[in-house]
């Protein structure tokens, strides 16, 4: 059973930056995928960004250009750095591990506002 911890959400004004982190509770060289997904209220959960365990990366449209995903291997972590942050970015965030099963996160909150 693989458990993911997300942190860094929180409150930021439209322009700012915040950075996600997920930690997994073991190492994550072997994973098949992790990503960050979001919810916002009364909208289906969605990708935001994914990398494979080849190292492919892959965004949503809505966020080229101003998220990155990226992973550290040796702190078993996998991070989102989201800059030029929009109201529409608003929703709760979620990160998913692919190893035999998926795993997710219990979320963490990001609001984008003045």
């Known amino acids: 059973q693989v458990q993911l911890v997300e942190s860094g959400g929180g409150l930021v004004q439209p322009g700012g930056s915040l950075r996600l982190s997920c930690a997994a509770s073991?190492?994550?060289?072997?994973?098949?995928?992790m990503g960050w997904y979001r919810q916002a209220p009364g909208m289906e959960r969605e990708l935001v960004a994914g990398?494979?365990?080849?190292?492919?990366?892959s965004y949503a449209d809505s966020v080229k250009g101003r998220f990155t995903i990226s992973r550290d291997f040796a702190k078993n972590t996998v991070y989102l750095q989201m800059n030029r942050l929009k109201p529409e970015d608003t929703a709760v965030y979620y990160c998913?591990?692919?190893?035999?099963?998926?795993?997710w996160g219990q979320g963490t909150q990001v609001t984008v506002s003045s």
């Open positions: 998913k591990a692919v190893v035999t099963f998926s795993y």
């Open positions: 073991e190492s994550i060289f072997n994973f098949n995928f």
């Open positions: 990398i494979t365990g080849g190292g492919t990366t």
